[in-house]
C-alpha cells in the first residue's frame, strides 16, 4: 500500500481502494431480478466508513491486506443489506442520493436483494479464522436484534435515553465494533485486545448515530441525503427528542403536538439547550472511543484516533 501525505489522503486512498474492489465483486447477468438491483445498490455512494475501519484497524496490528480488503467487502456487503430492508421497512424513498430499491422496484425485489447481499458476505468470508466467523454472525443478529427495538420504539413516548442508547448500540455501534474487530483478529490479537477495539468501534458508533440524529436537524438537507426531520415526523425516536422529553415533558409534548417545520425544531432544541447536550453526548463516546485505545501502542493507535475524530466533525 503506497504511503499518503496525510491522514485525509490515506482516507481517500482507502475509500477508492474499497469502491474498486466493490466493482470487481462478481455479479451474474441473469437472472436479471436478482442481479440488476444488486449492481444499482452497490453503485450507489456511500461513506464506505465501515470498511476503512477495517482497514484501520487491520493496519495497526500488521494484518494481510488482501485478507483485510475480503472482510472490509464482508462488512460493507453487511450493512448494505441491512439498508435494503431497513429502508422498506420504514418507508424510505432515497438511499446515497438515488431511490431505495423498494421504491425503485419493490417489496420483493428488496427482500431478495437483502438476501442475495448477505449470502455474497458470506462469501467473502471463505478461509478468514473462525473467530472472525463466529462474531461476524453473532453482530449480524445483534444489528438484527437493534432493529427489531427500533421498530418496538417507533411512537412510543416512554422510551428512555438508556434504552435508546442499547438499541443504537445494536444496529449501528455493534457494526462498527465488528469491523475494528475483525481488523485485529485477522491481524491475530489476541482475544482480550480484539474485545477491546470491538469496544472502540461500539463508542464510536454510539457518536455516530447521536450525532446523525443531530444532524437530521441541524445538518444540510442536500448532503445528508434525505430531509431534515423526517426520522422525526415518521414517529422514530431520536436522541434528540428523548433528550427533550426527558428534560420537560410537558413542554416537549405541547410542542410537539403543534410544530412541524424544522425551523421550529432547531429552535426548541437550541432555546432548551438539548442541542448542546446532544454534541456533549457525541463527543462523551469519541472520547470514550480514544480510551479504548490504550491497548495499542502509541505509534499504531494514530490512524484510528484521527478516525474517530474524523466521526465527531462530520457534516453529513
Sequence with gaps: MPSTNSFPDH??????EIETALKKIPLNNSPAYLYDPLKYILKGEGKRLRPILVHLAGKAFQADPQMLMKAAMAVELLHNFTLVHDDMMDGDAMRHGQETVHNKWDDATAILSGDGLF???QLMLTNMPSAVHLRFNEVAVTICEGQGMDKEF???????????????????????????EMGALIGNADQKTAHHLFEFGLNLGLAFQVQDDY?????????MGKSLGSDIHAGKQTALTILAREKNPDQWNDFFRNNDSIG???????????????ESVTKH???????????????????????A???????N
Design 11 to 16: 482516507i481517500q486512498f482507502l475509500k477508492g
Design 119 to 121: 449470502a455474497l458476505s
Design 154 to 180: 417507533e411512537n412510543d413516548a416512554s422510551i428512555s435515553m438508556g434504552a435508546y442508547l442499547v438499541m443504537i448500540g445494536k444496529k449501528t455501534g455493534s457494526l462498527l465494533g465488528l469491523c475494528a
Design 215 to 223: 444532524l437530521e436537524i441541524f445538518g444540510d438537507a442536500s448532503s
Design 264 to 278: 421550529s425544531y432547531q429552535k426548541y432544541f437550541e432555546q432548551d439547550g438539548i442541542k448542546a447536550e446532544a
Design 285 to 307: 463516546y469519541i472520547e470514550k472511543a480514544q480510551e479504548g485505545l490504550s491497548v495499542i501502542e502509541k505509534e499504531k493507535r494514530d490512524h484510528l484516533g484521527q478516525f
Design 309 to 315: 475524530n474524523m466521526i465527531l466533525n462530520r457534516k
